[in-house]
């Protein structure tokens, strides 16, 4: 399917533009928030024009698709992120190919990063995620046992806490939205007062693109968005 280049930039723009108004309404500036542009089911070509126009972070959802679409993406200067569920049994093949990964959500898989990072003699930045919502079908940790479990991997000398993730239930309404992102917010503060060992609390990541608006509002430091910049995502995957 043939479509043009130049949506994926003005979109860009948009998001940009949007980025920086939702900063203004929370007295924020807007260095304070980095966009992620979700690159799962896109093309090479049109990750590649959203970088051509300044995109510098991108995230993926698969290790496979990943792999598999690296070698045509300009990935100079721009970091990659997973985002996406992680098995234990893929990540030696994706620790060292990214920069961060966002979706650690046991300790059993930070064990698996921490040992497959020590092999390479590196250190792998990662992203606890927290299952905000209760959701029985969402990864993620309980806010309840999320201490427990950074004092856990803190310990860990191949991998470095950098803050935490989540993806929220879908809301409709943007008081119910904000107060989902509110209640994220106050559990990235509360861990960042406890100076946990090797734990870094500086990169908050939520809000897409429904959300990332009252995300912002609420203390994002990185919103994670794909359609809005891609367009709508065409499945199956590559
Ligand atoms: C797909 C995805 C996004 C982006 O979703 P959009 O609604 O397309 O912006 C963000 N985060 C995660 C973890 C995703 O899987």
Same mark, same amino acid.
């Given at each position: 399917?043939?479509?043009?280049l130049d949506?994926? #930039?003005?979109?860009?723009?948009i998001? %940009?533009?949007? /980025? =920086?108004?939702?900063?203004? +309404?929370? $007295?924020r500036? !807007? @260095? &304070?928030?980095?966009?992620?542009?979700?690159?799962?089911?896109?093309?090479?070509?049109?990750?590649?024009?959203?970088?051509?126009?300044?995109?510098?972070?991108?995230?993926?959802?698969?290790?496979?698709?990943?792999?598999?679409?690296?070698?045509?993406?300009?990935?100079t200067g721009?970091?990659?992120?997973?985002i996406?569920?992680?098995?234990?049994?893929?990540?030696?093949?994706?620790?060292?190919?990214?920069?961060m990964?966002e979706?650690?959500?046991?300790?059993?898989?930070?064990?698996?990063?921490?040992?497959?990072?020590?092999?390479?003699? #590196?250190?792998?930045?990662?992203?606890? %995620?927290?299952? /905000? =919502?209760?959701?029985?079908? +969402?990864? $993620?940790?309980? !806010? @309840? &046992?999320?201490?427990?479990?950074?004092?856990?991997?803190?310990?860990?000398?191949?991998?470095?806490?950098?803050?935490?993730?989540?993806?929220?239930p879908?809301?409709?309404?943007?008081?119910?939205?904000?107060?989902?992102?509110?209640?994220?917010?106050?559990?990235?503060?509360?861990?960042?007062?406890?100076?946990?060992?090797?734990v870094?609390?500086?990169i908050?990541?939520?809000?897409?693109?429904?959300?990332?608006?009252?995300?912002?509002?609420?203390?994002?430091?990185?919103?994670?968005?794909?359609?809005?910049l891609?367009?709508?995502?065409?499945?199956?995957?590559?």
């Amino acid at each position: 399917m043939e479509r043009s280049l130049d949506d994926v #930039r003005d979109n860009l723009r948009i998001i %940009e533009q949007t /980025i =920086g108004e939702s900063c203004l +309404k929370a $007295g924020r500036r !807007p @260095e &304070e928030v980095t966009l992620l542009g979700v690159t799962k089911t896109v093309e090479p070509d049109r990750i590649n024009a959203a970088i051509a126009a300044g995109l510098n972070h991108i995230g993926e959802n698969r290790v496979q698709e990943y792999l598999g679409k690296r070698d045509d993406l300009n990935l100079t200067g721009v970091e990659v992120h997973l985002i996406g569920h992680l098995q234990t049994n893929k990540v030696s093949r994706i620790v060292g190919t990214v920069d961060m990964i966002e979706s650690v959500d046991s300790v059993h898989l930070a064990e698996a990063i921490d040992d497959a990072s020590r092999k390479l003699n #590196r250190v792998t930045d990662v992203l606890v %995620e927290v299952n /905000i =919502g209760g959701e029985e079908a +969402k990864s $993620g940790v309980s !806010p @309840e &046992e999320l201490t427990d479990i950074l004092e856990n991997i803190g310990t860990f000398s191949g991998i470095r806490v950098r803050g935490l993730m989540t993806v929220p239930p879908i809301l409709e309404t943007e008081k119910e939205k904000r107060a989902v992102f509110s209640k994220m917010y106050k559990l990235f503060i509360d861990i960042k007062a406890k100076t946990i060992d090797n734990v870094c609390m500086d990169i908050l990541s939520m809000g897409m693109s429904a959300d990332y608006r009252e995300a912002i509002l609420e203390g994002a430091t990185m919103v994670r968005v794909g359609s809005a910049l891609f367009g709508r995502r065409q499945y199956p995957v590559l």
